[in-house]
């Protein structure tokens, strides 16, 4: 028995998508710009996409972008809103809690002059809106700060930061990481009041290697790659036909009957967190309320439906997933794009975990397609590994019934 439990990293792509691609790759592989009937059929899923992106966005066709992925997205966004903007100041903002896709772009800017302010989060993950309010200057050109935090689950009050900016500085630019948040949250971007968001198609059941990026009407944005002039020259090079077919085919489904898929990955998700809240040494991360994207009044922090942190006391993170492994349970200890670089989560840090939690955290997150009977094995494997695995502690190992 299988059971997947790792759909912030990447999700199963839908046989639907596989089909679309398939059949563009077979029947319609015509390059885009080509001026006869094979481009023509091509340049047409193009524009589909747009149409359908544009759909759900509740955005302009010509504002689409598409990309390689997310991290070209945020890339493009960053990078190219700032260089585009410097004359106007050089002035940054941020959270300390972003994917690595927005940070390593914000150390390059800072290596090209840029100042770079890191709001802090509360014990939730959520911003400081009262530091964001703060550190909002004249010379303030771009505010990034993520949709759903990919660790922790956390929804960031999207809408009450981008009404702070604006009050402020209403020049400045707002770009939001929404990649974790596209297809599990409703996110009409100039009800936002936000200028760029990027989104990622494997988080959402698409294929690897796709991505969009929503740029408002006369937003400045210097493209990051040169050559044919594609896509209006924001971002050159032959479109990925099959594969942003594939995207939008995905979005399409994502988003069909969506209010009652998220209320019954909401149900989910807080089924395992009552599970495994029962569970001896255990500590659920982030917020735990059904995720807006502005504040609540009751201030509780907000949550999306697929991802839930739980730390385990006196187990190791990467003991524990191999564990779970073993039994058919796929999860991650963190973020999968450094997975292979382990280090100790930022994130974790940021909201103030207790320090022999943070090699003790695994991340949990579901899809559509996740069922009840998943949530009860992942449970009964955790309940089973866990009183094991605790014998063994990291200041020595078992042997013949003795610690030596």
């Not at 009050?157 to 707002?174: F, G, H, M, R």
């Not at 969009?212 to 944005?221: A, N, P, T």
């Not at 559509?368 to 949530?375: G, L, V």
Request: charged share 25%; aromatic share 6%.
């Amino acid at each position: 028995m299988e059971i997947y439990m790792d759909n912030a990293a990447t999700t199963r792509v839908y046989s639907e998508v596989i089909d679309t691609v398939g059949k563009v790759m077979r029947s319609d592989y015509g390059n885009p710009s080509s001026l006869h009937m094979k481009g023509v059929d091509a340049e047409h899923y193009i524009r589909c996409a747009k149409e359908t992106f544009a759909k759900i966005l509740k955005v302009d066709e010509k504002e689409i972008i598409f990309t390689s992925g997310g991290t070209e997205s945020n890339n493009t966004a960053l990078i190219g809103a700032a260089m585009a903007n410097r004359r106007s100041g050089q002035h940054i903002i941020t959270t300390c809690i972003e994917h690595a896709s927005v940070y390593e772009p914000m150390m390059y800017l800072e290596k090209q002059g840029f100042e770079i302010t890191w709001l802090p989060v509360n014990d939730h993950g959520i911003v400081n809106l009262d530091a964001l309010k703060e550190a909002v200057r004249p010379d303030t050109i771009l505010v990034s700060v993520m949709c759903v935090n990919n660790e922790i689950g956390t929804v960031q009050p999207i809408e009450d930061v981008a009404a702070i900016v604006k009050s402020c500085n209403p020049s400045a630019l707002i770009h939001v990481d929404a990649i974790q948040g596209f297809g599990k949250l409703v996110l009409h971007p100039k009800k936002l009041g936000i200028d760029l968001l990027s989104i990622s198609g494997h988080k959402f059941h698409g294929p690897k290697g796709t991505g969009v990026l929503w740029v408002r009407d006369r937003v400045k944005v210097q493209p990051l790659i040169l050559g044919g002039g594609q896509q209006k020259a924001m971002r050159s090079g032959t479109e990925n036909v099959p594969g942003i077919a594939g995207m939008a085919k995905a979005a399409e489904m994502e988003y069909t009957d969506l209010e009652n898929k998220l209320q019954h990955l909401y149900e989910l998700r807080t089924y395992f967190i009552d599970e495994v809240e029962k569970l001896e040494g255990t500590v659920v991360n982030g917020g735990k309320k059904r995720g807006y994207l502005r504040m609540s009044e009751d201030s509780e922090a907000c949550a999306a439906p697929h991802v839930v942190s739980v730390s385990f006391a006196d187990v190791r993170a990467e003991v524990l997933l191999h564990a779970l492994e073993e039994a058919g349970v796929y999860v991650s200890s963190g973020s999968a794009c450094s997975s292979n670089h382990p280090a100790i989560s930022g994130t974790l840090k940021a909201i103030g975990v207790q320090k022999c939690y943070l090699d003790a955290t695994l991340r949990f997150s579901f899809s559509f397609d996740t069922t009840k009977e998943d949530i009860d094995e992942c449970v009964a494997q955790l309940s089973r590994l866990l009183p094991m695995l605790r014998r063994y502690t990291p200041g020595g190992r078992k042997k013949g019934g003795k610690r030596v």
